[in-house]
């Protein structure tokens, strides 16, 4: 481990003596614009003839961003954008003709879901600094949508609230965009000077504009914004803001009929210019979505996104390093799978929470004027009992499987030179001194030269577990350069974790102890061709080690093939080779493995226009084991289908088979028992929408999935020690069968109404179905009807969330 840690910190010491006479870019050579300060805020309307504009110069002269390279925007199509400011906001009037309007693609959706539509698109850097920025856009049915940029990832669980209009004429579109200070951060100072890029997406011919130039061959499309000047002696008002909520729902399963009512309130506090707090107090997540449940038969757990947005809105910073995953708050009691073991002789469990409650939970985040971001979160769920009773005496007794928890993370991230970062980060989970705590640590750098044309990646992780009765340490680092400029690109990184690395108290990690070294290289292009808007084509590989023992895992080349036409039609695929596999985790058990023969996998995929009304999503996969019978073989079609600009819908078929699979059965006191195992599932899912208009929608979501597992008779082995398998003899009974039926329906159907900025009212009918058993026999409709024979949980709900801003409310108490 220490050799590890000293390579890792000469390579950071080599690249900061590399770096260190970088100078930013010259700002000079940037596009700029300057906006100008009014004495009265426009109308927000989407008519561009207020006054106000009469003061500001225009933003014009955009250039193409894809399918090609900088060719000016035709003059049928002609852009022009004005920018105006005054101490509450700024004020944003696009123009955007066309040379045919009726052509303009205008669907109507929700907010953050684009579809098809044109849109004008813009982007706000207040920091300047080539790397955060909020975008905003607004599409040509008026949705409105937000994200939070770092780099060029789009984090669309962002929201805030601001307003935005739509007009049309014989000539084309305009927008017009308020945007108030309290949904942006930026320094204090008397000038500010701000970054943007301005965007405008033209469906129909597939094309996009941007005001100042990208060099998409080089480089971050967020270090080539423009400079926004003018912006002097701002005096934001009091960034405060309020959303209460107040949910009741009726909930119906088994015959069992519960209702329930709750309120609670969310607040959102700019403490300065830069640092906002956000809290929840008395969370409500009963509206959450469903999450895609499987037949989990392998030696990790199933995870999920996250649903509830209060943890993944401006959750950037808590993400670096990959230490966070927010599920873990109100996940399963640490000693949930302990309660049936310590049940005392003559008791029954009465309860056994699955989840834990979330008590409360804030964050703190920000940058300050010298592109030093800080974030603070801390999260608090409460004590989780397992309740049993006594069969003889009548009584009832408690125990602990999940104490009052405390989880916190806190990070500093400094950026410099418009391109590169450096990062420290801790994660902390505190168990008031019961079961187990975990303590991470974390140094990451993320460092490109002064040309771009080169990265450096680095992490280097410390995980600390205290147990009852020891303290556990673990290490992990990683590694990489990679070339970032032009046509052929390639990568080297890796990756190193000791036996003992562990941060599943708040992060996930599913395995440790591996030192694994990976490559890639690329070709693709930039500009279009005579066939093709966008093409690529990569070669990669992996060798994969155990730590300790110090043994080869596996060693496997690929390539794969990525084209878009130009009408759009997407196609691909893939091919692999891997070499002899040892599986150190299907044994479940410390130190033991299995050998998996040599395989090669194929895979192609295509995706139509989505223009048109009609498109189709198809993918197959097949991989082959060499000397076994063991194969594979998945395919997903998806067809969507527009009826109009209001109503579509979008159906998904998986199938999914694996055939004579070696997996594990069970583990006994002197051998692990193996068996030759298929497994097959079909997964249907539908998603309609009709939107009333953009604020008011219907929305249906349905998923229905199914899964056997299904063992042949007396064909069990007992894994050796050298990772090979014996026949030997294992008794079936009802209650070790490893054979398995599952199924399970879920249905969502909601009406949703934004009925003011930033508040809405959603009305949520969901009914689900869940049966699991050992009938593996039954193929698909046979387990549909018997799933169809379960009880039904059945549950109807309201939710209304209202936003107060501090400044309207003192107003009206003023007037």
């Not at 004020?91 to 205008?106: H, N, Q």
């Not at 399970?744 to 009212?761: H, K, T, V």
Request: proline share 3%.
């Amino acid at each position: 481990m220490y050799k590890q840690l000293f390579l890792f910190l000469s390579f950071y010491l080599f690249c900061l003596n590399i770096f260190a006479q970088i100078t930013p870019e010259d700002p000079k050579l940037k596009k700029t614009y300057r906006a100008e300060r009014i004495n009265k805020a426009p109308k927000i309307d989407g008519v561009l003839n207020d006054d106000a504009y009469n003061f500001a110069s225009n933003a014009s002269n955009f250039v193409m961003l894809d399918p090609g390279d900088g060719t000016p925007i035709p003059q049928d199509f002609a852009t022009s954008v004005k920018i105006i400011y005054d101490d509450e906001a700024i004020y944003i009037g696009a123009t955007m003709l066309s040379a045919d309007p009726s052509k303009t693609i205008s669907q109507f959706t929700q907010r953050d879901n684009l579809e098809q539509s044109e849109f004008f698109l813009i982007d706000i850097n207040p920091y300047n600094d080539g790397e955060n920025q909020t975008r905003f856009i607004v599409t040509a049915a008026g949705t409105q949508a937000d994200a939070k940029m770092t780099g060029n990832n789009e984090d669309y669980n962002y929201n805030v609230v601001w307003e935005s209009a739509i007009s049309k004429d014989e000539d084309g579109w305009y927008a017009e965009i308020k945007i108030p200070y309290s949904a942006l951060r930026f320094p204090k100072k008397d000038v500010q000077l701000w970054s943007i890029q301005l965007f405008r997406k033209i469906s129909h011919l597939n094309q996009t504009y941007v005001w100042s130039y990208i060099n998409k061959s080089l480089g971050k499309n967020s270090q080539y914004n423009g400079l926004l000047t003018g912006l002097k002696n701002i005096d934001p008002p009091v960034r405060l803001s309020f959303y209460p909520y107040t949910s009741a729902e009726v909930d119906n399963y088994d015959g069992n009929t519960q209702s329930n009512f709750s309120a609670g309130l969310d607040i959102k506090y700019g403490i300065s210019d830069a640092f906002t707090l956000d809290a929840t107090l008395i969370p409500d997540f009963g509206q959450t979505a469903y999450d895609n449940v499987e037949l989990n038969l392998g030696p990790f757990e199933q995870t999920f996104g996250e649903n509830r947005a209060f943890f993944t809105e401006g959750t950037e910073l808590f993400s670096k390093g990959n230490l966070f995953y927010s599920r873990r708050i109100g996940d399963t009691p640490v000693g949930f799978n302990s309660a049936q073991k310590d049940r005392l002789e003559n008791e029954v469990i009465i309860d056994n929470p699955e989840r834990t409650d979330l008590l409360n939970a804030l964050k703190i985040s920000g940058r300050t004027d010298n592109n030093l971001g800080v974030g603070f979160f801390n999260a608090i769920t409460k004590t989780t009992y397992s309740v049993y009773k006594d069969t003889i005496t009548g009584k009832f007794r408690e125990q602990v499987t999940e104490p009052l928890s405390n989880y916190n993370i806190f990070v500093l991230d400094q950026q410099f030179n418009q391109n590169s970062s450096i990062t420290l980060i801790n994660t902390n989970v505190t168990r008031d001194g019961h079961f187990r705590d975990g303590n991470v640590s974390g140094f990451l750098f993320d460092i490109f030269n002064k040309a771009n044309s080169y990265n450096f990646t680095g992490q280097a992780k410390m995980s600390n577990v205290n147990l009852s009765t020891q303290n556990i340490t673990g290490f992990a680092s990683e590694l990489g350069v990679s070339r970032t400029k032009g046509k052929v690109r390639f990568d080297l990184n890796y990756e190193f974790a000791n036996e003992t690395y562990d941060i599943n108290d708040l992060g996930l990690n599913f395995i440790n102890n591996y030192n694994n070294f990976y490559w890639n290289a690329s070709y693709r292009i930039f500009e279009p061709t005579k066939f093709f808007n966008d093409m690529r084509i990569e070669f990669f590989g992996k060798h994969e080690r155990r730590y300790k023992p110090n043994v080869t895992l596996s060693t496997g080349i690929a390539s794969s093939f990525f084209a878009v036409t130009k009408e759009r039609f997407a196609f691909g695929g893939a091919v692999y080779l891997n070499t002899d596999e040892r599986d150190y985790f299907e044994p479940r058990k410390e130190g033991a493995y299995v050998i998996y023969n040599k395989n090669y996998s194929v895979n192609a995929w295509i995706s139509s226009d989505y223009r048109k009304k009609f498109a189709l999503d198809v993918r197959a996969e097949y991989q082959d084991y060499a000397n076994s019978k063991q194969d594979e073989f998945s395919l997903k079609v998806s067809p969507r289908f527009r009826f109009n600009d209001k109503f579509s819908i979008i159906y998904s078929f998986n199938y999914n088979a694996t055939n004579n699979r070696d997996s594990f059965v069970e583990r006994l006191p002197r051998q692990i028992v193996f068996g030759n195992r298929d497994n097959k599932s079909i997964e249907n899912s539908l998603q309609g929408s009709y939107n009333f208009s953009t604020k008011q929608a219907l929305n249906l979501s349905f998923r229905n999935f199914w899964s056997v597992a299904n063992y042949t008779p007396n064909a069990f082995t007992n894994l050796q020690d050298d990772g090979k398998l014996n026949p030997t003899s294992y008794n079936v009974t009802e209650d070790n069968d490893p054979n398995v039926n599952f199924n399970i329906w879920n249905l969502d159907l909601s009406y949703r109404w934004q009925f003011a900025p930033g508040s809405e009212a959603v009305l949520l009918y969901r009914n689900a179905i869940f049966n699991i058993d050992s009938n593996s026999e039954l193929e698909y409709v046979r387990s549909l009807e018997n799933l169809f024979s379960s009880p039904i949980r059945q549950n109807l709900s309201l939710k209304i969330v209202y936003y107060l801003d501090y400044n309207n409310i003192k107003s009206i108490f003023k007037s």
